[in-house]
């Protein structure tokens, strides 16, 4: 008997998790870098404060209980942060949500030994993968991509 009641409730929360998924008209969060700070290190670890800049150009509000976020550079992981911050992006408005990341040194100087040919660098290409988890079904995703300035920086560490 139970068993018969379980079939039609899972099948009636599959449909509505399925209608929620493709709302039409939803549109994809807005996330940039807005800022980013340096934290006291720990050990072998580089600690940064993320900002970003999260637009929503959609009706209604996005809530969210918890973010994670995770940045390569080179198509590397380079860091990656989860903060338990709960809050909301206004419909077409937007919010500054903060994300402490964590660094490996290590991993930073196998970065930089990637770069080692004694050209200039002048930029950094960078994607940001992420999701505000959502406080009752689902998680809204996002990705951003960009360019940190390096104004005249050069490695000569390999010989011409």
Not at 4 to 12: F, K, Q
Not at 111 to 120: E, I, S, V
């Amino acid at each position: 008997m139970r068993h018969t009641l379980l079939t039609p409730l899972m099948i009636v929360v599959a449909l509505t998790l399925g209608a929620c998924a493709s709302v039409p008209g939803h549109e994809p969060v807005q996330v940039t870098v807005a800022d980013i700070e340096s934290l006291p290190a720990e050990g072998l670890e580089l600690r940064m404060m993320v900002k970003l800049r999260v637009q929503n150009p959609n009706d209604a509000p996005v809530e969210y209980d918890g973010v994670y976020v995770r940045l390569n550079i080179l198509d590397q992981t380079f860091a990656t942060g989860v903060s338990n911050e709960r809050g909301s992006i206004p419909r077409f408005g937007e919010s500054i949500v903060a994300i402490p990341v964590t660094a490996s040194t290590l991993q930073v100087v196998v970065h930089a030994l990637g770069m080692l040919d004694g050209r200039p660098i002048d930029k950094l290409n960078y994607k940001l993968d992420g999701k505000l988890h959502g406080p009752a079904f689902g998680s809204t995703t996002f990705q951003a991509q960009g360019e940190f300035a390096l104004p005249g920086v050069t490695l000569p560490l390999t010989k011409p």
